[in-house]
């Protein structure tokens, strides 16, 4: 199925090597894209709805203001995709690799991020709501100034991340609270000293 820039496409199954190519603009409707390759490819502007996407590789693709509803990306491999100033509405990213993924000024309604590999993920400004991270990998992912009102993040490895400080009103799971509170009191700098000394400093 051949792709253009600024084309419509509808109601087809995609397959192909899609790889650098100029997608800018592509609207997808009611689609299912298997096995495919979009590594590279400039797909800005991109509109999707009602899509199933399943095996794919959108490794270091440009998805700059895309607009995405009724998605589903499953078993894909997303490494590097930029993805800022987009705008999600039910979507799912099912056994996903996004490392080092782009979300910057991202804004998202009920977005599933579940067995997803986010590491070093940049969510600057993002707001989410309400969004689930569910068994996923958020180590080093920088998280300053987003809006998560309200998201779970059960299961989910929250190690090094940055920005703690906007992890206001989330749900996480009992097993979370110790790693995250030493997150939550670099972001603060709150110190654990027991040393008690009456000196002022």
């Given at each position: ?18 790889s650098a190519h100029h997608l ?76 080092d993924v782009n979300l910057r ?97």
């Amino acid at each position: 199925m051949p792709l253009a820039a600024d084309a419509v496409v509808t109601g087809v199954t995609i397959l192909g090597d899609f790889s650098a190519h100029h997608l800018q603009g592509l609207v997808l409707e009611d689609a299912h894209i298997v096995d495919s390759s979009f590594v590279a490819a400039d797909l800005n502007q991109l509109e999707m709805v009602d899509v199933l996407v399943e095996g794919s590789n959108f490794s270091g693709a440009l998805m700059e203001e895309a607009t995405l509803s009724r998605v589903v990306f499953k078993s894909c491999r997303m490494s590097g995709l930029s993805l800022p100033r987009s705008q999600m509405r039910d979507v799912s990213f099912e056994d996903v690799r996004l490392d080092d993924v782009n979300l910057r000024s991202c804004t998202g309604e009920r977005v599933l991020f579940d067995h997803v590999n986010l590491e070093r993920g940049d969510l600057y400004a993002a707001h989410f709501t309400p969004t689930c991270f569910f068994d996923c990998d958020l180590r080093g992912v920088d998280l300053s100034g987003a809006r998560l009102r309200g998201a779970k993040f059960h299961g989910s490895d929250l190690a090094e991340i940055k920005g703690a400080e906007s992890l206001r009103d989330v749900v996480i799971d009992s097993s979370q609270v110790l790693p995250l509170a030493i997150r939550v009191f670099a972001a603060l700098n709150i110190r654990v000293d027991d040393d008690r000394d009456a000196m002022f400093e």
